[in-house]
Each structure stands twice: as C-alpha cells, then as structure tokens.
C-alpha cells in the first residue's frame, strides 16, 4: 500500500504558475506509474498527465500540453506538477494517483487503473 498527500495549491491569478507535490509512503516509490487528474465542481473527474515508473515517457490532456510538466523525484518519493501560464478554467481540485505497475516504461491516462489517490489540493485560477 502507498499513501499519497498533495500540497502546493492555492490562488492564483490568470498567467501565473504554480507547483504542485505529491509526497509519497509506503512501498517503494519507483514501481508505481504515477499520475495527476483533477476535478471542477459538478464535473467529472479528469486526467491531467501522467508519468511512467522511470520518468522517461510522459502523456498529457490536450488541455494542458505545453502549459503544465509532470515529473518525479525517485529517490525522494516525490511527484510533481509545474502548471504555467494557468486559466480560470484550471480551477478545480487536483489530486496524484499511483498504479503498481510492472512495466517500466508504461504510462496510465484511465483513472479506473490507478489503485490509491490522495485527498487532493484545491487550485483556484482568478481572472
């Protein structure tokens, strides 16, 4: 089992950026493809980015390529989420989510695949 505690949201204004952590516990870190998804009020949950067990290969939502990095920190158990150039329509709660997964290079975007999820940070973008 892994625990997972975002931090790192906040308000911000249009155009600002900011950079969300996700501190993980548990089992060891790097066999867990690891993702970010977020969710608005009366919206669906969302896929955001994901990353694989390595950190070599990385997918994102059309909706934020180019804006937002994902990355990790294996030896210090961490995700990340640099988001640049932030919208109003970025407000929502954005959680990390992690898959055991066998293969090193595999990326996860389905967020029925993941097996744990944090509580999640709120992020609000003023215009």
């Known amino acids: 089992q892994v625990q997972l505690v975002e931090s790192g949201g906040g308000l911000v204004q249009a155009g600002g950026s900011l950079t969300l952590s996700c501190a993980a516990s548990g089992r060891s870190f790097n066999i867990y493809a690891m993702g970010w998804f977020r969710q608005a009020p009366g919206e669906e949950r969302e896929f955001v980015a994901a990353i694989s067990r390595s950190g070599a290969v990385t997918s994102y939502a059309d909706s934020v390529k180019g804006r937002f990095t994902i990355s990790r920190d294996n030896l210090n158990n961490t995700l990340y989420l640099q988001m640049n150039s932030l919208k109003p329509e970025d407000t929502a709660v954005y959680s990390c989510?992690?898959?055991?997964?066998?293969?090193?290079?595999?990326?996860?975007?389905?967020?029925?695949?993941?097996?744990?999820w944090g509580q999640g940070t709120q992020v609000t973008v003023s215009s």
């Open positions: 989510a992690s898959d055991f997964q066998a293969h090193i290079a595999k990326v996860v975007t389905a967020p029925a695949e993941y097996d744990y």
